[in-house]
């Protein structure tokens, strides 16, 4: 299987890419760099999110149209402002992030206003589309999680006609999970007070060995 940056590297090489930039730009290149690649503009990101309470699934992306990928079709709703970029880290961490929409669809809104996004697993990709005859050619995973919290804003418009509105999703990381449990700690008081830990005396056992030890130096 291919690495990202080998993908990277085969899109930046690509026909349909390079015929697209070069008839932008009035250049002949042969290779594009990973920016150029980027500057054609055929850049989305893809939004699964499963939800947790009863069955449903929401495909949507930041598309000026519909996205078909892997026989699903993701809609173009609302406005993308902001995906934040997850942090890399040699340790395994809750590594949460946010997206931020505007303009959000109606029936959204009640979904997040009857809180039934309320802990749905979340799914973001990064694909490039062919900007010469459309179609996924390269797909990315960004981000694998849960729903945290929702915050939505409702504003009147200017022109008093229509409410504008804006919705910030906050998401935990799959690895949510290790912020529930302690990674380090001997006493037998904080060891029980975490949850699943409440009858395991390990610890107390320890300090029992420990108090009735005898501790002798050899000389």
Same mark, same amino acid.
């Given at each position: ?14 026909p349909?890419?390079?015929n ?10 042969? /290779? ?8 054609? &503009?055929? @850049?989305y990101h893809?939004?699964? =999110?499963? !939800? ?12 000026f ?20 970029t ?7 961490n ?5 997206v931020?929409?505007?303009n959000?669809?109606?029936?959204y ?6 809180g ?7 799914? /973001?990709?990064?694909v490039?589309l062919?900007?010469?005859? &459309?179609? @996924?050619v390269g797909?990315?995973? =960004?981000? !694998? ?19 504008e ?8 990381s799959?690895?949510?999970?290790l ?24 610890f ?16």
């Amino acid at each position: 299987m291919a690495t990202k940056q080998e993908e990277l590297n085969n899109l930046c090489v690509h026909p349909d890419f390079l015929n697209a930039f070069n008839t932008t730009y009035g250049t002949n290149k042969t /290779i594009l760099s990973q920016q150029e690649l980027f500057s054609v &503009g055929t @850049v989305y990101h893809i939004i699964t =999110v499963t !939800m947790a309470v009863g069955e449903g699934v929401i495909r949507i992306c930041d598309g000026f149209h519909d996205i078909t990928y892997n026989g699903f079709k993701f809609l173009a709703t609302g406005d993308l402002l902001d995906v934040q970029t997850p942090t890399k880290s040699k340790e395994i961490n809750n590594q949460g992030m946010s997206v931020k929409f505007s303009n959000v669809r109606k029936d959204y809104i009640n979904l997040i206003q009857q809180g039934k996004l309320d802990k749905a697993q979340v799914q /973001i990709q990064m694909v490039f589309l062919n900007p010469l005859k &459309g179609g @996924v050619v390269g797909s990315f995973d =960004v981000f !694998m999680g849960e729903v945290d919290s929702t915050i939505l804003t409702l504003n009147m418009a200017e022109n008093d006609s229509e409410w504008e509105n804006t919705a910030e999703i906050k998401l935990n990381s799959n690895w949510a999970c290790l912020d529930q449990n302690a990674r380090h700690h001997a006493s037998d008081g904080i060891h029980r007070s975490y949850p699943g830990n409440a009858n395991d005396g390990f610890f107390s056992k320890a300090g029992k060995w420990n108090s009735e030890a005898i501790w002798t130096a050899k000389k």
